[in-house]
Nanobody, 121 residues
Framework: QVQLVESGGGLVQPGGSLRLSCAASGSIFRIDAMGWYRQAPGNQRELVAD???????NYADSVKGRFTISRDNAKNTVNLQMNSLKPEDTAVYYC???????????????WGQGTQVTVSS
């Protein structure tokens, strides 16, 4: 199957930056879209940004101009550069990949375990 491992979360002051990374591994045939969701306590999980295999991107209105998503298809990685962070960006961030595993007939959505981002002074 496909496993996703995130890294790069932590505590940062308002106005600061963090870079999240996510690496996919396992029996991967092909990865289509990749992206990031986040979930704050008491809130539903929401899409932060996603990127197609051809590098077309989509961002939540709340992060446009502050966050940048990128990917490396050869390494099966996706990154999220987060600048000008605000306290309301505090959440657990989850990466995902829409991928087809070796021997599978269909694409499925795979999730990472989540990484905590806390923005606080």
């Amino acid at each position: 199957q496909v496993q996703l491992v995130e890294s790069g979360g932590g505590l940062v002051q308002p106005g600061g930056s963090l870079r999240l990374s996510c690496a996919a591994s396992g029996s991967i045939f092909r990865i289509d879209a990749m992206g990031w969701y986040r979930q704050a306590p008491g809130n539903q999980r929401e899409l932060v940004a996603d990127i197609t295999r051809g590098a077309s991107t989509n961002y939540a209105d709340s992060v446009k101009g502050r966050f940048t998503i990128s990917r490396d298809n050869a390494k099966n990685t996706v990154n999220l550069q987060m600048n000008s962070l605000k306290p309301e960006d505090t959440a657990v961030y989850y990466c995902y990949a829409v991928a087809k595993a070796d021997g599978s007939r269909r694409y499925e959505m795979y999730w990472g375990q989540g990484t905590q981002v806390t923005v606080s002074s």
